[in-house]
């Protein structure tokens, strides 16, 4: 094994954290990132053992944070718009 990696430290970070964030799962990821899945895997197993770098778990905390407020607007939008279709659907009668 050669000491070198043929991809960018940055591009391996990044891989890790869309496969960990990702409800796909990790061979569809490694797919479309153009990497083996093994690869891919190694890589995320490499960074659970490593200890996270400063600032780094505020940063998975703020993404959890933004993925519920996502979810909660989502459910709220559905809402609304149900609502607007049953106004709709009230006035034209």
């Known amino acids: 094994m050669s000491g070198k990696s043929k991809y960018p430290g940055q ?3 990044d891989a890790v954290e ?9 061979r569809q990821v490694a797919r ?3 990497v083996t899945h093994e690869t891919l895997r190694n890589w995320v197993r490499t960074a659970e053992r490593t200890p996270a770098e400063p600032g ?7 993404l959890l944070a933004l993925r ?6 989502e459910l709220e ?7 607007a279709a049953y106004c709709a ?5």
């Open 89 to 93: 659907k009230e006035m034209g009668r």
């Open 32 to 34: 479309e990132l153009g």
């Open 56 to 62: 780094g778990t505020a940063g998975r905390g703020e």
């Open 18 to 26: 869309l496969a960990r964030s990702s409800d796909r799962p990790l």
């Open 68 to 73: 519920k407020r996502v979810a909660e607007l």
């Open 11 to 13: 591009f391996r970070r």
């Open 77 to 83: 939008k559905d809402i609304l718009r149900k609502a």
